[in-house]
């Protein structure tokens, strides 16, 4: 099966989500409990954002600018969790360097707790307002760019 192209939407795409994922790591780092040792998890989350960005909202783009503010907006969701899981695993692999757990079973469901440990952080104004906001503004400037680099 031949790859399908790039696209000026999936550029966009990208490049909004990227925003997205490093304005949202902005307000996530905030709300941690260690905002000093947050270390570059807005680069990751900007990198995290354009992936995401490139892979979910690009394909989704001619159905309507309903539609893809709808799009925009699971984008972010799936933008959130898998930064939060980038973050969980991170963790993981600093506590197993330690030798921190009794085996491979013990590290993999920590990744798990951690996320869910992890996830207070994310009930604040400014992280639902970039998600859904964020979500919005980066769904219709991707059906934007859509409709005009055909």
């Not at 994922?21 to 040792?37: H, R």
């Not at 907006?73 to 973050?87: D, Q």
């Not at 869910?116 to 980066?138: D, E, M, P, W, Y």
Request: aromatic share 8%; proline share 4%; net charge positive.
């Amino acid at each position: 099966m031949p790859t399908p192209m790039p696209t000026g939407a999936k550029l966009m795409a990208a490049a909004s989500f990227a925003v997205v994922g490093w304005v949202l790591a902005n307000f996530y780092a905030v709300n941690m409990p260690d905002a000093a040792a947050a270390g570059p998890i807005r680069e990751v989350a900007a990198l995290v954002g354009a992936i995401t960005g490139w892979k979910v909202m690009g394909p989704s783009v001619g159905k309507g600018y309903v539609e893809a503010a709808g799009a925009g907006i699971k984008t972010s969701i799936v933008l959130a969790v898998a930064a939060l899981f980038l973050l969980a695993l991170a963790e993981m692999l600093d506590n197993s360097v330690k030798m921190r757990y009794d085996g491979a079973l013990d590290a993999f469901l920590d990744i798990f707790q951690t996320m869910a440990k992890r996830s207070g952080a994310l009930v604040s104004l400014g992280v639902f307002g970039t998600i859904l906001f964020g979500g919005v503004v980066g769904g219709l400037l991707t059906e934007n760019a859509g409709r005009r680099w055909k």
